[in-house]
């Protein structure tokens, strides 16, 4: 497998020129991340995930984690390098300092976690979801449970786990069976769950596990789950260990891709029942874990920008290495280098430009966040609260399919090489297809984006992001490089048509959810490809004013010009596509009955 080099330059530009930050750096408690901070973070965080965390990835796949009588030991080296992770303080770099994290904004947490998931899923898997449990902790634990648990979750020294599904519930969390009986001020936890990921491991002392339960007196459905904190190990008032929790590993699965990441099934109360301590209040836990979900969600469609940038790595060194054939105008029959190849650089073009606007997308949705807490202006901060919400089931579900798209081009570039295991290719793409399963099926992100984010508030929200999108086409057309400014009449088009897309799904599905159900992903793509035009034509902007004042990487400036050109003559096209099928397809699907097949 090829080498993992951050693209540090790319990272920069989209956080200096699209995601704001000298603006985010202005906002109350992100004073600290001054050009100068960012760059030292960025470049040390590059050399841990190229240096450290990319060597074991190839090993982790072959070697897997091992489950023995209880026991998960992670591949050779994974330990280690947790320590070295936790040692930099890499596990809460957006986290506020007064809870013990670095205090930098979520964007250019955003660019670490991306540097994770490039250099090596697997690993990455762990802190990502301890980062969700933090979530919880942050938002919902009380000044107690915090005092107990948060300063090591927040280090790492110990790690967090979310524990929903169930071998009967699956994405139906409403059919959970997992009980929680009261007793004297705690609960007493006994169940099954499934998919848990890093649930037991042996890289930490102590796993905290959110976990969702039912109360004997519960309401049926969703209405009656209740959250619980489990630790592995109880907690002493003093902070030490105490006895081991009636909680075991039974099983790890074998799978497609990130075989490093221990996959666990749980057992809850084998021996009268693990205590568990209540989060918040009782029936209320389904809410409380959609915090967790929702920064889960984000951190999947990370996960897919950092696996198709190491694919769109592994595919241009393959592609100038590789010599067959003689060049398509050339009479000598000296083979070349395969990136010679007009549809070999094609090919390299579609992937650098869905990793180049998924980058942007994720940078940007990354900054709303930081600025959704922290303006003090109420216009920008329902502004970058609508994007935050309407996009975050883009970022998951557009990024996750492009990492399977993308990593599934790798493959392609490679050739017949790219179908055997040791170039590392394969495992890329073993690895991608997970994204669009987990945290919610991309199915299910886009009935969110369509019943939750469109629907309920009759497409305010959905306006202000169109809004958002306008903004950066007018930069476009106010571009003063006449290359530049000619695409803004096909992102002009682009998001037309997703307004077109939005507003019939306004007249036509609200009554009719079905209806709904049957074109939400095509309308889920056709956003993602149309905020990826925009914020790519943003960036081509940005780089013809750097090249204009003479100032940056003038080759850089250059390319990402032509980047955004390819995407807009080769990607947009797609968003017709996904509005036509936004627009008629509905019947067409809902006519297809569960006897046709």
Avoid at 75 to 100: H, I, K, M
Avoid at 309 to 331: F, G, N, T, V
Avoid at 360 to 372: F, K, M, N, P
Wanted: glycine share 10%; hydrophobic share 45%; with cysteine.
């Amino acid at each position: 497998m090829t080498t993992y080099a951050a693209p540090l330059q790319d990272m920069r530009f989209v956080l200096e020129e699209i995601a704001g930050l000298p603006q985010l750096a202005r906002l109350p408690g992100l004073e600290e991340a001054t050009a100068d901070t960012v760059e030292a973070v960025l470049g040390e965080a590059g050399r841990l995930a190229g240096e450290v965390l990319a060597p074991l990835n190839r090993g982790g796949d072959i070697e897997s984690s091992i489950y023995e009588n209880g026991v998960v030991r992670t591949p050779t080296g994974f330990a280690a390098a947790y320590g070295q992770f936790v040692a930099g303080g890499w596990n809460a770099v957006a986290v506020e300092a007064e809870a013990g994290g670095q205090g930098l904004p979520q964007a250019v947490a955003t660019a670490t976690m991306e540097m994770w998931n490039a250099a090596n899923m697997s690993f990455a898997l762990c802190p990502m979801l301890n980062g969700g449990a933090l979530e919880i902790m942050l938002q919902y634990g009380s000044p107690e449970q915090k005092a107990r648990y948060l300063g090591k979750m927040v280090t790492g020294e110990w790690t967090g786990t979310m524990n929903l599904t169930e071998p009967q519930a699956g994405s139906d969390l409403g059919a959970l069976k997992t009980r929680a009986i009261r007793e004297n001020g705690h609960y007493r936890i006994q169940g099954q769950k499934i998919y848990i990921t890093y649930g037991e491991h042996d890289m930490v002392d102590n796993i905290i596990h959110m976990v969702l339960a039912r109360t004997p007196d519960a309401p049926a459905g969703s209405k009656g789950i209740s959250l619980f904190i489990v630790p592995k190990f109880m907690v002493n008032d003093d902070g030490s260990l105490g006895r081991r929790n009636d909680l075991r590993c039974v099983s790890i699965e074998h799978k497609l891709g990130i075989k490093a990441s221990p996959t666990c099934v749980l057992a809850f109360g084998d021996n009268g029942g693990a205590i568990g301590y209540l989060v918040g209040e009782e029936n209320r836990g389904l809410e409380y874990m959609f915090s967790m979900m929702n920064v889960e969600r984000l951190g999947v469609g990370i996960q897919g920008l950092g696996l198709a940038d190491r694919a769109l790595q592994q595919a241009i060194s393959y592609a100038k290495e590789r010599r067959q054939s003689r060049a398509i105008d050339s009479k000598d029959l000296k083979p070349v280098s395969i990136i010679e190849h007009p549809d070999v650089r094609r090919n390299l073009g579609t992937m650098r430009a869905l990793v180049e606007a998924g980058r942007a997308l994720a940078y940007t949705v990354g900054a709303a966040i930081d600025r959704q807490s922290r303006v003090a202006d109420a216009a920008q901060r329902s502004e970058a609260q609508a994007i935050v919400e309407v996009m975050t089931p883009v970022v998951k579900s557009w990024l996750s399919d492009m990492a399977c798209q993308v990593a599934s081009i790798n493959v392609q570039v490679h050739g017949g090489m790219g179908f055997i295991e040791e170039t590392g290719a394969a495992q890329l793409y073993r690895d991608a297809r997970i994204l669009p399963i987990y945290e919610g099926t991309n199915g299910i992100q886009a009935l969110d984006l369509v019943m939750r984010k469109l629907l309920r508030d009759s497409g305010q929200a959905f306006g202000q992001v169109e809004r958002w999108l306008n903004h950066m086409v007018v930069q476009v057309e106010e571009c003063a490089d006449p290359v530049v400014a000619a695409l803004a009449p096909r992102l002009t088009e682009g998001l037309n048509r997703a307004h077109q897309a939005g507003q019939w799904l306004l007249r036509n599905t609200r009554h009719t959810p079905a209806r709904a159900a049957a074109v939400a992903t095509p309308f889920l793509n056709l956003l993602g490809v149309v905020a990826g035009g925009c914020l790519m034509g943003a960036a081509a902007a940005a780089a013809a004013r750097r090249l204009a004042a003479g100032a940056g990487d003038a080759a850089f400036n250059k390319q990402k010009i032509k980047t955004t050109r390819f995407y807009v003559d080769n990607i947009m096209p797609y968003a017709e596509a996904e509005a036509r099928r936004t627009l008629e397809g509905a019947e067409s699907a809902l006519d297809l009955t569960p006897g046709d097949f």
